[in-house]
Every structure is written in structure tokens, then in C-alpha cells.
């Protein structure tokens, strides 16, 4: 009977080891796999503790940030309601997470956008490429490229009040090409940032 005992012991340590064994070699593996490292133009992107991933692969620079500023174009609004991130006509913009497409139009100020919904949060991509290759309703994964980067002129826009001292109609309230991203949570903007 002791031997029973004695060979079921020795099991149940044997299987905590293999258990233990497992945690210390398999889980970092799975959780880096969660990490969903995307790699779009040479560019690995991490996803970060918060969980969100940058929107503009390689483009990082902040032009402007979020918060009270004075309006750089006729139109622009004092309180700046995202952030301004440097990227040229063109470039890829990617979901920063898992969502839902709710919004591809013109949005006044924010020019032709994009809105990414997820819970109780609406990321906004303004002042991007018209010829959206998503639309309203499709899922997204995160890294999938969403749009492009749009120009600084639109033309043919019914009700765009927004142009440049030429008198040229703008892609809403903007001096040349660039990513304005929005994060709401329940309807309140936040600063981008904090989430980075
Ligand atoms: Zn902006």
C-alpha cells in the first residue's frame, strides 16, 4: 500500500515538474505570440502593455499634441483633440487593435476619417486617403492596414468649408498631410499618448 502511495507521490511530482516546466518554457512563447508582432515595411511593431499598437508603421513624430494650442489654420479647433503624427501622403495606417469599422466619410474638420470601435472606445483616423479599402462594418484585425495617409486637397467634397489661403479645398482642417488620431473612451477624448 505505501508502495501505491510512495509511485503515486512520485507521479504527482513528476507532473508538477512537467507543469512547472511547461510555465517556464511554453508560456513566454504563447504570450509573445499574443503579442501580435506585425511586420510592415521592415518594421516590427510591439504591441504595448496597454495594448494598443502605433497607427502609422515608422512614422512616429508628433507635430502636434493633444490638448489646448493655438489654431493652425482657419477653422482648426483651440483644443486639440488628438495628436498630429508626421507621416507623408501615402503611407499605411494600420488598426491599432481588433475592432470594428464604424465611420469612412467626410468629417468636417477632421477631413475624409476613419473610426476603429472597440468596447467603449473609438479610435479616429483623420485626413486620410479617400479611396477607403475598408468600410463601415468590416472587422479588423490588429496591424491590418485600414487606409492610407490622404492629401492635403480634396476636390468635389459637398459641404467642405475647409481650404488654404489659395482658396484651395482641404482635406479638413489641415496644412499638408500628416495622421490626426482621435482616441475617445465613452465619448470623451483622451491624449493618444497615454496609451503608448
Ligand atoms: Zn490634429
Known amino acids: ?14 507532473f508538477i ?14 504570450s509573445s505570440a499574443n503579442v501580435s508582432n506585425e511586420n510592415l515595411n521592415n518594421e516590427t511593431i510591439f504591441l504595448n502593455p496597454n495594448g494598443l499598437i502605433w497607427p502609422s508603421p515608422g512614422y512616429t513624430k508628433i507635430n502636434c499634441p493633444f490638448g489646448k494650442r493655438v489654431a493652425p489654420t482657419t477653422g482648426a479647433s483651440t483644443y486639440h483633440k488628438g495628436i498630429d503624427i508626421g507621416a507623408p501622403e501615402g503611407s499605411s495606417l494600420v488598426a491599432v487593435c481588433d475592432g470594428e469599422i464604424t465611420f469612412t466619410d467626410f468629417l468636417g474638420g477632421g477631413g475624409y476619417t476613419i473610426t476603429l470601435s472597440v468596447a467603449n ?10 479611396n477607403f479599402i475598408i468600410k463601415k462594418g468590416d472587422m479588423v484585425k490588429q496591424g491590418q492596414i485600414i487606409g ?21 479645398p482641404t482635406n479638413g482642417a489641415t496644412t499638408g498631410p500628416h495622421l490626426h488620431l482621435g482616441i475617445r473612451v465613452d465619448n470623451k477624448y483622451q491624449n493618444p499618448l497615454d496609451y503608448y
Do not use: E, Q, R
Open 148 to 168: 492610407k495617409v490622404g492629401p492635403k486637397y480634396v476636390y468635389g467634397v459637398p459641404g467642405n468649408k475647409y481650404a488654404d489661403s489659395t482658396g484651395k
Open 17 to 30: 515538474i512537467f507543469i512547472a516546466f511547461i510555465c517556464i518554457f511554453f508560456i513566454p512563447f504563447a
Open 121 to 130: 472606445m473609438k479610435i479616429s483616423y483623420c485626413h486620410v486617403n479617400p
Open 1 to 14: 500500500m505505501s508502495s501505491f502511495f510512495n509511485s503515486a507521490k512520485k507521479t504527482l511530482i513528476i
